[in-house]
């Protein structure tokens, strides 16, 4: 999969799905205070000012690209979609969201169309 890091979200998109995901009970653990979407926001969305997972001591990045990594995996193999159709359209699915909170996405740009039309529809 990913040798490197796998594209960064900006933490803007990451901050705006964050509701979405408690909605849907997802990703409770990287939201939380000792999980990835907090070291982000700490470091301000830098990758570079990431610090160390206080509970493996890696790097943020490297377990970011662990998890993303086995998650792309996990997600191919068992043939899932990152977005669901849904009768007022798609929308991300559990495992599109879980990444997102780790600050990837497959589709970046569908994302922030999609995040701009739900701004907007909810006026």
């Known amino acids: 999969m990913f040798d490197h890091d796998p594209p960064w979200l900006p933490l803007y998109l990451c901050e705006a799905m964050?509701?979405?995901?408690?909605q849907r009970g997802v990703s409770e653990i990287a939201r939380s205070g000792r999980?990835?979407?907090t070291a982000y926001k700490v470091a301000s969305g830098e990758p570079a000012m990431?610090?160390?997972?206080p509970h493996s001591n890696k790097h943020w990045a490297e377990?970011?690209?662990?998890?993303i990594n086995r998650s792309v995996q996990a997600a191919k193999k068992?043939?899932?979609?990152?977005w669901l159709s849904r009768?007022?359209?798609e929308v991300p699915?559990?495992?599109?969201l879980a990444l997102i909170m780790w600050g990837y996405s497959p589709t970046p740009r569908k994302l922030k169309n999609w995040l701009w039309v739900r701004a907007h529809q909810n006026g």
């Open 18 to 22: 964050e509701s979405y995901a408690k």
């Open 35 to 37: 999980g990835f979407l």
């Open 50 to 53: 990431l610090g160390r997972d």
């Open 63 to 67: 377990v970011r690209r662990l998890f």
């Open 78 to 82: 068992g043939r899932e979609k990152m």
């Open 87 to 89: 009768r007022k359209g």
């Open 93 to 96: 699915s559990r495992r599109h």
